[in-house]
């Protein structure tokens, strides 16, 4: 009795490749061969329990984070240190409205967990250099 192992068809492997790739530009807007050097994972919870979420990566640049460029910009000069952003120069009106941004994930090989509160989004997107202006 002969045993035979199926083997995947090459119209269907390029398929699935096809279609990974393509899930990979809608969810993170481009497609590396490489995995990006830092990667977070980003939130912020309003007063009224609304979470926005969006992911940062760095090295290249990417992910679903709409200003990645800025705020790999503001990590990389903060040497990845969230507690150490350069805060931007904008006007934020003075209302207390706190919200809750959390960073997990990686920088540079190393891991980060960092949460803050800040008085406002507006503050939280000054304040983190742009990190947290999502």
């Not at 090295?59 to 800025?70: F, N």
């Not at 919200?99 to 989004?121: L, M």
Request: hydrophobic fraction near 40%.
């Amino acid at each position: 009795m002969r045993t035979f192992r199926a083997r995947p068809s090459r119209a269907l492997s390029g398929a699935v490749a096809a279609a990974c790739t393509l899930a990979l530009l809608a969810v993170g807007g481009q497609a590396s061969a490489h995995p990006p050097g830092s990667a977070l994972s980003l939130s912020i919870k309003t007063s009224d329990g609304t979470v926005a979420f969006t992911q940062l990566w760095c090295d290249p640049t990417g992910g679903s984070h709409p200003t990645a460029a800025r705020a790999c910009a503001a990590l990389d000069d903060a040497e990845g240190d969230l507690a150490d952003l350069e805060p931007s120069h904008q006007a934020c009106p003075m209302i207390h409205d706190p919200v809750r941004a959390s960073a997990h994930g990686y920088w540079d090989g190393e891991p980060v967990h960092f949460t803050t509160t800040y008085n406002n989004r507006c503050m939280a997107d000054a304040e983190s250099g742009g990190v947290f202006g999502f």
